[in-house]
């Protein structure tokens, strides 16, 4: 959220899908992982196809731009280190999912304390209504939910498996965000690195099935 100040969304998203190849570097550091070149080549197509379809806006922000390859550097540490204690620990997801919270929740309330955030939420004058509360709640759900799938796709398949899967989910926000809110000027350059991106993730997902 803080790279979204000073980088637009299509740049955000062109840079945010770079994620991968740091997970695989990372994965290769902490796991000593190989990857095959098919695998290398699906990924290349991805990334390339993530640059076409941002191609007309590389306006450079050199704040926005350090915090979102911050992000995913601490992203491709976080999942890397995930699917590694979750095969060595022997925690499922729920246990990973625990740890995490346990491990994540003093240093969160501390930032939100600096932050100013707290004060902010418990300033907020509908913080006890009963629309806003069951709104909360449906989005703790999902939540929750998510992180689930992210814990238990990562310690069944891999980091970089996960990295595939978030470009992939991309797709079809940008499908349903067109088709639900319109108003999106059509551009051929971000559908054709858009489809690049599909046929990158959909090559990744042959070659693992595939075992090459």
């Not at 590694?84 to 994540?104: A, E, T």
């Not at 939910?145 to 926000?173: E, M, P, R």
Request: proline share 3%; with cysteine.
């Amino acid at each position: 959220m803080e790279s979204v100040r000073g980088v637009n969304v299509p740049m955000y998203t062109t840079l945010r899908r770079t994620t991968v190849v740091f997970t695989m570097i990372v994965e290769s550091i902490l796991a000593g992982q190989k990857y095959s070149r098919p695998i290398i080549g699906s990924v290349v197509i991805i990334v390339f196809g993530a640059f076409v379809a941002g191609a007309r806006d590389l306006s450079f922000d050199f704040y926005g731009y350090a915090i979102v390859f911050l992000s995913n550097i601490t992203t491709a540490i976080y999942l890397a280190t995930i699917a590694r204690i979750g095969k060595s620990s022997g925690l499922n997801s729920f246990g990973l999912m625990w740890c995490n919270g346990i491990v994540c929740g003093p240093f969160l309330l501390v930032w939100t304390l600096i932050r100013g955030d707290l004060a902010l939420t418990m300033d907020f004058p509908y913080l006890f209504s009963p629309g806003f509360l069951v709104v909360m709640l449906m989005s703790c759900i999902l939540a929750f939910f998510l992180n689930y799938s992210i814990f238990l796709n990562t310690t069944l398949n891999s980091a970089v498996t996960q990295t595939i899967c978030g470009n992939l989910k991309d797709l079809f926000t940008i499908s349903l965000g067109w088709f639900i809110f319109g108003g999106l000027p059509f551009d051929l350059l971000n559908v054709l690195g858009q489809l690049l991106g599909f046929v990158g993730s959909g090559l990744y997902a042959y070659y693992k099935l595939m075992g090459k």
